[in-house]
Nanobody
């Protein structure tokens, strides 16, 4: 059984920074492309960022380009999301999951508990 555990969220003022982590445990023999998604209250979950299996290629939704950076440490089965210059509209629950890097869509319906990010104005 694969488990995903996100952490690092919190309450921050606009302009601040947070670094999210996602640890994948369980059957970890396959290295997948990974993605971060977020869900704001009353809205559908949306794509934020993705990274290919090697860590060489990354992709971002337009609203976070230049502010967020996704990275990974395959030796520790961990994916990170460095979030700088945070805005109130970045508020939501952030999740990580394995993705198809080309389509940026989740490979499986497998999600962790998420980590709450709240940005105050």
């Amino acid at each position: 059984q694969v488990l995903l555990v996100e952490s690092g969220g919190g309450l921050v003022q606009a302009g601040g920074s947070l670094r999210l982590s996602c640890v994948r445990s369980g059957r970890t023999s396959t290295i997948y492309a990974m993605g971060w998604f977020r869900q704001a209250p009353g809205r559908e979950r949306e794509f934020v960022a993705a990274i290919d299996w090697s860590g060489v290629s990354t992709a971002y939704t337009d609203s976070v380009k230049g502010r967020f950076t996704i990275s990974r440490n395959n030796a520790k089965n961990t994916v990170f999301l460095q979030m700088n210059s945070l805005k109130p509209e970045d508020t939501g629950v952030y999740y990580c999951t394995a993705v198809n890097y080309g389509s940026k869509r989740p490979l499986y319906d497998l999600w962790g508990q998420g980590t709450q990010v709240t940005v105050s104005s």
